[in-house]
């Protein structure tokens, strides 16, 4: 599955910090430092790449992690208080399970 830029992916300014923690799951996130990143998709277009620190969740391929992650994005877009609560329980118990 494709990162989720600001969930399980992150891009940070080189040294500005020391961890960072996944937004799906928690987990401490593994870090390249000072790398050559596109931003956007119009910078990838024009080849322009920006020196950042890129922090990605180790767990990022595993299927409970994807779960998690399409959860979340249920959990945002329903407007059901009652389907809302029964989704975090369902994400409560995958995250809690796989620590």
């Known amino acids: 599955m494709a990162y989720k830029s600001g969930r399980d992916r992150k891009l940070r300014e080189p040294g500005t ?4 923690k996944c937004g ?3 987990t401490e996130m593994d870090i390249e430092r000072d790398r050559d990143v ?3 998709y119009a910078c990838a277009m024009a080849k322009k790449s920006v020196r950042m620190d890129a922090f990605y969740c180790p767990h990022n391929e595993e ?3 994807n ?3 399409d959860l979340i994005d249920e959990l945002n ?3 059901s208080p009652t389907l809302r ?3 975090k329980k369902d994400l409560d ?3 809690t399970e796989r620590r």
């Open 85 to 87: 609560e029964i989704m």
């Open 38 to 40: 596109y931003t956007s």
């Open 67 to 69: 779960i998690a992650s």
């Open 17 to 20: 910090s020391a961890s960072e």
């Open 93 to 95: 118990k995958i995250i």
């Open 77 to 79: 877009n329903t407007v």
């Open 24 to 26: 799906i799951c928690g």
């Open 63 to 65: 299927e409970w992690h």
